[in-house]
């Protein structure tokens, strides 16, 4: 009877432990919520929704003290949101490209360390935004916590214009999103 009652203990003990999981947040929000929940609390915080496009919800709001883009995206089945992407503004000069994705990188390592880092392109110096635009300029940082993983990175824009941006992925929304995914096939 003890063994039976010890098992029992255990078992709940670890079911709730799955449950109380913390999970990713963007501006203090969850990403363990529906994808119109979610909207619903940035358009609290000031978010504009300028659109919807392929499940994915696109608002317009200040983050990390800028004007910027942000797309919100849901798992097909359930709607719950797996991923957040902020985007700055565009940059038209490396130089002020990379200045801004160090700035921001330096702020993140302020708060989960020094995060993975690939930084290189491959070309002279001064055709930097050539290789972006070629494909041949890769600089992002990955930062792995427990509850997901941030991502920033320097992306090509417009004709010759630069961001950069910052994903947020929720760890279990994550693995949700990837097993509906297999399902399908």
Not at 33 to 48: A, H, I, M, Q, Y
Not at 57 to 68: A, D, P, R, S
Not at 116 to 128: A, I, P, Q, R, V
Request: hydrophobic share 40%; net charge negative; with cysteine.
């Amino acid at each position: 009877m003890k063994k039976i009652l010890a098992f029992i203990f255990v078992s709940i003990l670890l079911s709730s432990s799955l449950f109380s999981q913390e999970r990713m947040s963007f501006k203090g929000v969850s990403l363990n919520n529906s994808v119109e929940d979610f909207v619903e609390k940035l358009e609290e915080k000031g978010f504009k929704e300028i659109g919807r496009e392929d499940g994915a919800v696109m608002l317009q709001g200040k983050f990390l003290n800028q004007n910027c883009y942000v797309g919100v995206i849901g798992v097909a089945n359930s709607n719950t949101v797996w991923r957040v992407a902020a985007v700055l503004p565009e940059n038209e000069t490396w130089a002020s490209l990379r200045d801004e994705y160090f700035a921001v990188k330096e702020l993140y390592q302020n708060k989960y360390g020094k995060g993975k880092s690939n930084e290189s392109f491959e070309g002279y110096s001064g055709n930097e935004m050539i290789a972006l635009y070629e494909d041949r300029c890769n600089y992002h940082t990955a930062f792995t916590t427990k509850e997901g993983v941030i991502i920033i990175e320097i992306e090509k824009s417009n004709y010759m214009r630069g961001v950069v941006s910052i994903i947020y992925e929720d760890k279990v929304n994550s693995e949700l999103n990837n097993a509906e995914k297999l399902d399908d096939i």
